[in-house]
């Protein structure tokens, strides 16, 4: 044999070697989802070993409905998590478990994830695959065993259909389950239908105070500044409302929730929440990663007069809301009718689609 | 003949690529930029070491910028551009990044590059930028939104006021603060190699204008602050300085 003859030999048996696995199999076939980013939105970094697709999202979508995943099949990640208030538990402050347990944290809401790179409150999860299983097995929410949740589906032939569909066959794995949840929850979409949306779109004004407080949402607050600011924009600035990050924004002096901090173990990681997206924060209430606040006019007015100048780890972007302006008193010192326009400028990011798009409902019902 | 040519070429191909003294056609360079407290190089922990700075202690928690305009300075000093190239640094976790391997291999007398933007991709839109790209938002946080252009540089932490600590946030934006940076220093860029600088934070508030928090006011967003941002751009653009040129690790 020469040497030409046989480095032919040799790749057609690499080819065969490499072709061998899917040789007399059906190939598994799924249909690409392509996201639908609103305008004016920066691109998504979406996981590329989890690309979305029909099948997929479908099946995050029964699991996110399904009570199944819960100890007594009473509660689903639903149930926290209510179109009908922007994905937050139905207004309370705190969730309720299955065994009647209260939560200590407000229920987030779900839009936009897929510009996000933590999750919880406390940002203690970096992807959303791994987030959607911690609820199940949490102690004061689903109380339930991931692995026993997989017994379950794997009885269920809906379930069998849905897993083949999406994955090829029907394995049921909790790693498969989050990447379902993941690819749904990355198709919640809020933007592009908000009466602020469309003010930029040039489609529709705004009001006289939706103005003035869009004008003090995106102004600094700085007492050399001869128009008035309520330094909004360093963190929910920009189309998304939110910088994603973990900061404290001066809630308290002395810190009884640790935040970051009781995750990373790092005393100047102490009191750093998640700064939520302002997108349909109509929807939301009540407000802080606490709910302590009922209402937008009670978390204006914590930003105008009440931020903690000395709570510990206090965020640097904070540092206009702990100015001395000329009149004396500490804080933005906003005058009512400025409270009242920031609030109605609020107002104008709420897009009704969280609420009535068929894609993020209930399949169940 | 013709069976063996193919056997021949291929052996050719790989005593080539083996070839030790071999340089390539083209090479990248890596570039990254380690901060530090003072000529003496003293590295920064941040959000955690007091350094002083006059009457004052400072530290450290956030220091990010927008680079791009990037040139290598030929023997002679004139600049060899490398064009539509951004970077996005976050120190101390993201620090680092590397210029496309499209640079032809040589002699340099320098590096320089710009903190901030031209005016065109400063204002343009900034939905149109991928996902994990520099310039995206989402991946910098330094764009003002509906405000327009982005914070060139965002320089961040805390002093101590009245003995206790407080904020200070200096954010530079607008095209008037752009930084001109120039480190003149022989780069032999014939391989591929990385390029360490050292960005020193004392020099921020000194290299040019002597500042501190304490005195010159603890915030700036460009606006409104008698000078304030443009003095500590002036500071920023002499702050940054050679550390090393070594040969990247395969």
């Known amino acids: ?31 690409p989802y392509v996201l639908q980013v609103p305008t004016g939105f920066p691109q998504p970094a979406l996981p590329e070993d989890n690309p979305l697709t029909v099948e997929g999202i479908l099946l995050g979508r029964q699991l996110f409905y399904d009570p199944i995943l819960s100890l007594d099949s009473s509660q689903s990640c639903g149930s926290c998590h209510n179109t009908a208030f922007g994905f937050t538990d139905n207004g309370l402050t705190y969730s309720v478990g299955v065994d009647g347990s209260e939560g200590d944290r407000n229920s987030m809401p779900l839009h936009n994830l897929a510009w996000h790179q933590s999750f919880f409150w406390d940002g203690r999860s970096p992807s959303l695959r791994e987030q959607s299983l911690d609820p199940i097995s949490n102690p004061i929410e689903m109380k339930e065993d991931v692995l026993h949740v997989v017994e379950k589906l794997q009885r269920q032939p809906r379930y069998q259909d849905a897993f083949t569909a999406a994955f090829g066959d029907e394995e049921v794995t909790p790693e498969r389950m989050g990447l379902a949840m993941e690819q749904f929850m990355l198709t919640i979409l809020s933007g592009g239908e908000s009466k602020f949306d469309r003010f930029i779109a040039g489609t529709e004004s705004l009001t006289a105070e939706e103005t003035l ?61 998640k700064v939520p997206s302002l997108r349909n924060i109509a929807y939301t209430a009540p407000y802080m990663h606490d709910g302590r606040f009922q209402t937008l006019e009670e978390v204006v007015e914590f930003y105008n007069s009440g931020v903690h100048p000395n709570s510990p780890n206090l965020d640097p972007s904070m540092v206009g809301f702990v100015q001395t302006h000329s009149g004396g008193a500490m804080g933005l010192n906003l005058t009512l009718t400025q409270r009242q326009a920031l609030v109605a400028f609020l107002n104008t990011l709420t897009d009704t689609r969280v609420e009535t798009d068929t894609l993020y409902q209930n399949p169940f019902k | 003949m013709k069976k063996l040519i193919l056997p021949l070429l291929a052996v050719s191909l790989l005593f080539a690529s083996c070839d030790p003294e071999s340089k390539p056609e083209i090479v990248n360079l890596e570039v990254v930029v380690q901060p530090v407290f003072g000529s ?117 932490g805390y002093y101590q006021k009245d003995g206790a600590e407080t904020p200070w946030l200096y ?34 508030f000194k290299a040019v204008h002597s500042l501190s928090p304490n005195e010159d006011g603890d915030f700036s967003h460009s606006t409104f602050d008698n000078g304030l941002a443009h003095k500590l751009s002036e500071n920023l653009s002499q702050s940054f300085r050679f550390a090393s040129l070594e040969n990247q690790t395969p």
């Open chain 2, 40 to 156: 003496a190089n003293t590295p920064v922990a941040y959000n955690s070491q007091q350094f002083p700075m006059g009457t004052d202690t400072v530290k450290f928690t956030r220091n990010d910028f927008i680079i791009s305009e990037f040139a290598l300075l030929d023997e002679q000093g004139a600049r060899v551009d490398i064009r539509n190239e951004y970077a996005f640094l976050s120190l101390p976790d993201r620090n680092s990044f590397t210029l496309p391997t499209s640079l032809t291999p040589g002699h340099y007398s320098g590096f320089a590059f710009t903190v901030g933007l031209d005016s065109t991709i400063n204002h343009g839109d900034p939905s149109l930028w991928g996902g994990t790209h520099p310039l995206n938002p989402a991946v910098n946080n330094l764009h003002w939104g509906w405000t327009g252009g982005y914070i060139f540089a965002a320089m961040e």
């Open chain 1, 213 to 273: 407080g869009m004008q003090l949402f995106n102004g600094e607050s700085n007492p050399n500044s001869p128009t008035p600011g309520a330094d909004c924009f360093h963190c929910h600035g920009g189309a998304l409302f939110t910088n994603h990050k973990l900061m404290n924004n001066g809630l308290d002096s002395v810190l009884t929730d640790l935040g970051l901090g009781a995750v990373t173990g790092l005393a100047t990681d102490n009191g750093k929440f």
């Open chain 2, 171 to 204: 954010h530079i934006a607008l095209m008037e603060n752009r930084m001109e940076v120039v480190v003149e220093t022989p780069l032999d860029l014939t391989d591929f190699k990385t390029l360490t600088l050292n960005l020193d934070l004392e020099a921020f």
């Open chain 1, 1 to 31: 044999m020469t040497l030409s003859r046989g480095l032919t030999f040799g790749f057609l048996a690499l080819f065969a070697v490499s072709c061998g696995d899917t040789w007399g199999k059906k190939p598994h076939v799924t249909t």
